[in-house]
């Protein structure tokens, strides 16, 4: 099993950025499927950004249309971390920021991204936009 724990979120201007981190213990991350999710208030869940390994040293990398463009995923194996920048942020993102993982890998038209897709979750961390 696989701990995962966000931090990084807070408050930030309209237009600002911030590096959300999800640091994992337990298990190595390099053979994880990694996503980052969101939930607003009143809202359902919603998919972020997702960091797929698709066996031996292939991965790939999908955004929804509300973020592309905007919010990057990436991992640090040396730190067992997996990051997400989130820049230009506007009215539409903040929302408490969810880590999942998944274990195994996936093809290349495995998308995964419902939340129902992912085996591990972290406790999330709250970003808040002012404008």
């Known amino acids: 099993q696989v701990q995962l724990v966000e931090s990084g979120g807070g408050w930030v201007q309209d237009g600002g950025s911030l590096r959300l981190s999800c640091a994992a213990s337990?298990?190595?991350?390099?053979?994880?499927?990694m996503g980052w999710f969101r939930q607003a208030a009143g809202k359902e869940r919603e998919f972020v950004a997702a960091?797929?390994?698709?066996?031996?040293?292939?991965?790939?990398?999908d955004y929804p249309d509300s973020v592309k463009g905007r919010f990057t995923i990436s991992r640090d194996s040396a730190k067992n971390t997996v990051y997400l920048q989130m820049n230009s942020l506007g009215s539409e993102d903040p929302a408490v920021y969810y880590c999942a993982a998944k274990e195994g890998n996936t093809a290349r038209n495995t998308r995964l991204q419902s939340s129902s897709d992912y085996d591990y979750w972290g406790q999330g961390t709250q970003v808040i936009v002012s404008s």
């Open positions: 337990g298990r190595t991350l390099r053979t994880y499927n």
């Open positions: 960091h797929r390994w698709a066996g031996g040293h292939t991965y790939y990398i």
